[in-house]
């Protein structure tokens, strides 16, 4: 098999990697307290966006590997800019992007969760990563998916992408008002010395 785009290929098989990380924390969450870490979230809202971003991320796993493998058809995949030395850099901040990601799960620990269970309650971290930002996580996945964009620039990938991001804007807000009601203050103390996304570089005491 030829390969005709390598830095898509690898990026592509990176965030195959990251989302097989993923299962598998899903997995220990659920030997270890029982539940599937909200793979499929028990509040309605949660459930209805994982139909749109299942297949979100089953895209954003095939297109880069489609477009590193074959000549992509012209009318989705083709790309509406060729940059070789963009493509690189985007397939080396990808990697930076995923170690610095499996810092992050290492810090969650059991508290990690891909969703909102309203009966459940987690330890609110906010040290290491989590003393800049409060969803480092969701900026680490928004930077992999800016990344896949910039190595497979076709107006698929730019569907795809443009989904992505808002659903991480809209759960990150759903997030913190699910926090809120469950650590109050401190939790609202907290945002206020931390950004969302991008760093305030202030850190708690």
Wanted: charged share 15%; proline share 7%; net charge positive.
């Amino acid at each position: 098999m030829k390969i005709v785009h390598l830095p898509s290929l690898l990026i592509g098989l990176l965030m195959a990697a990251y989302w097989m990380r993923v299962m598998h924390l899903v997995r220990k969450a659920r030997r270890r307290a029982g539940h599937a870490a909200n793979l499929i979230p028990r509040e309605t809202i949660g459930r209805y966006l994982r139909l749109v971003w299942f297949p979100v991320v089953a895209m954003w796993i095939a297109l880069p590997i489609l477009y590193g493998l074959c000549t992509p058809p012209r009318f989705l995949l083709h790309p509406f800019c060729d940059s070789p030395a963009l493509a690189w850099i985007a397939a080396f901040v990808a990697l930076a992007a995923f170690v610095a990601t499996l810092i992050c799960w290492k810090k969650m620990g059991k508290s990690w969760r891909m969703g909102i269970d309203p009966h459940d309650q987690t330890e609110l971290i906010i040290t290491g990563p989590y003393a800049y930002l409060r969803h480092p996580i969701y900026a680490l996945s928004s930077v992999l998916m800016l990344t896949t964009l910039a190595a497979c620039p076709s107006p698929l990938m730019a569907l795809v992408a443009v989904l992505h991001l808002l659903l991480l804007q809209w759960e990150a807000r759903r997030e913190e008002k699910y926090l809120l009601s469950i650590h109050g203050q401190a939790y609202r103390d907290y945002m206020q010395r931390t950004g969302r996304f991008i760093p305030q570089f202030k850190r708690l005491e």
